[in-house]
């Protein structure tokens, strides 16, 4: 499961196979009793929120916080999210 910052960028994990789950930073992280019921269900579950400091620093902050992953785009890539990324490079 990958919990995204935008509905957009859940879109997009979407259409290549992915769980998302969208997160929307203004509406806080979230809950704990749903964050458990993700972990119960999928193998993995992995942050990968906007490749901004802000969006970097929240996820690292909520992976230690519940113990999950995080990943994002390598930061000498100037795009801020997956969609943006992929409108540039492709799959």
């Known amino acids: 499961c990958i919990i995204t910052?935008?509905?957009?960028?859940a879109m997009?994990?979407?259409?290549?196979?992915?769980s998302p789950?969208?997160?929307?930073?203004?509406?806080g992280f979230i809950?704990?009793?749903?964050?458990?019921?993700?972990?119960?269900?999928?193998?993995?579950v992995i942050i990968f929120f906007d490749n901004d400091s802000p969006g970097i620093t929240?996820?690292?902050?909520?992976?230690s916080k519940y113990d999950i992953h995080f990943t994002h785009i390598p930061e000498e890539y100037p795009e801020k999210d997956i969609t943006d990324?992929?409108?540039?490079?492709k799959k």
């Open 5 to 9: 910052s935008s509905l957009k960028d």
């Open 12 to 18: 997009l994990f979407y259409t290549y196979g992915y």
């Open 21 to 27: 789950f969208g997160c929307w930073p203004h509406m």
């Open 31 to 44: 809950p704990e009793d749903k964050l458990k019921e993700l972990k119960e269900r999928f193998k993995e």
């Open 58 to 63: 929240s996820a690292a902050k909520y992976a």
């Open 85 to 89: 990324f992929y409108k540039k490079y």
